[in-house]
């Protein structure tokens, strides 16, 4: 099957640039369709549009330095998730014993509660988010044998009776998605992260352009009491987080995920497997996983020891099974460096398509 209108419309950006598609045909051909359906947007809105080129987020864990986008992206919940665990002694528990999901699965906690309190407001105390201090903090706030009620992956008014409530960085200030990574033989690497939202986005097609547009508002809320809620000139926010690792100024890993909320969830855990527990990059992406929810829900894949759910609902976690090997909790793909011989290595979900392919 060939797509003559998509085909075409890449040909003009290629010749013309992102001029052509913000001010030109291409933008001109958008707003008149989505207006003429009764949409908001306008040619106004895509000239107005131009991109900023920001210093990413990072944090260091155990010598390594870590690096991933920055607000307006939630990607610092999965990096405060890091900066918890980093204080406790994770090769003693073992991997995916009781302890180390009990823990992990309350750190996630902590974070997600920061995220929906700070990632959607015009100053993102990200210093004190991502401050060592700060993580100490929240890992003081873990109750080592019992799980702590969560308010879940997004925003709700209804609040939950003990529920865990956002931190304070601020006092530390001073201290359908798919994922894919590239490197060449010189050893660049780009590592890239897009969406539609959901499958074919919005659901809507430009005529003649072969565009589908996303559905990246379903990310905000109609909530007026939500920090998320949608309004004009907001820049949408998202939980995409395509990470990178450095070890002494050199590149050591490429990691992210498609997921939702999970992929803040499913990252951490990726990178704990290969910086904890020394898996190779296609280890890290198979090893079973599993993703909180509202209150003491949590997701397992079954592939996760019988005794170990079991130890986990002692705790009060209320925990579904998945099946072995589910979607639900992402699909995702990496690049790892030998730092001795310069070797690269790609890994690359079963859960979801996905592929390693050296060229």
Not at 41 to 58: I, K, M, S, V
Not at 331 to 352: F, H, N, T
């Amino acid at each position: 099957m060939t797509y003559k209108e998509l085909a075409g419309t890449l040909r003009q950006v290629a010749e013309g640039g992102a001029e052509v598609f913000y001010r030109g045909p291409i933008a001109k051909a958008i707003a008149r369709s989505v207006q003429e359906a009764g949409g908001w947007l306008t040619e106004h809105d895509l000239a107005d549009f131009t991109p900023e080129w920001r210093q990413p987020a990072t944090i260091t864990y155990r010598g390594h330095d870590v690096y991933t986008v920055p607000p307006p992206f939630s990607a610092f919940q999965m990096l405060e998730t890091l900066s918890i665990m980093e204080g406790f002694d994770l090769r003693a528990w073992g991997h995916n014993s009781v302890e180390y999901l009990h823990h992990l699965i309350e750190a996630i906690k902590l974070g997600s509660a920061d995220r929906l309190a700070y990632a959607y407001s015009d100053g993102v105390p990200i210093n004190g988010l991502l401050s060592k201090a700060y993580a100490a903090s929240q890992r003081a706030r873990i109750d080592a044998k019992r799980a702590a009620v969560s308010e879940g992956e997004r925003f709700d008014r209804a609040k939950l009776a003990g529920q865990i409530i956002e931190g304070h960085p601020a006092k530390f200030e001073h201290e359908q998605t798919t994922h894919f990574a590239c490197a060449d033989g010189e050893g660049t690497v780009v590592s890239v992260t897009q969406t539609l939202g959901v499958p074919f986005g919005s659901g809507f097609a430009v005529p003649g352009t072969g565009i589908v547009l996303n559905n990246i508002l379903k990310w905000m809320d109609r909530d007026p009491e939500s920090p998320n809620v949608l309004r004009p000139g907001r820049k949408a926010g998202t939980m995409m987080s395509p990470t990178q690792v450095f070890r002494d100024g050199a590149f050591l890993l490429s990691i992210g995920t498609p997921g939702s909320y999970g992929i803040l969830q499913t990252q951490p855990q990726m990178l704990l497997n290969q910086l904890e527990f020394d898996m190779n990059v296609q280890e890290a992406i198979e090893a079973p996983r599993v993703r909180v929810y509202r209150d003491r829900l949590v997701d397992a894949e079954a592939r996760i020891a019988e005794d170990v759910r079991a130890g986990l609902a002692e705790r009060g976690h209320q925990v579904n099974v998945l099946d072995d090997w589910s979607w639900v909790v992402g699909g995702g793909q990496g690049i790892r460096r030998d730092p001795e011989s310069g070797a690269l290595m790609a890994g690359a979900d079963p859960r979801r398509d996905g592929y390693a392919l050296a060229i």
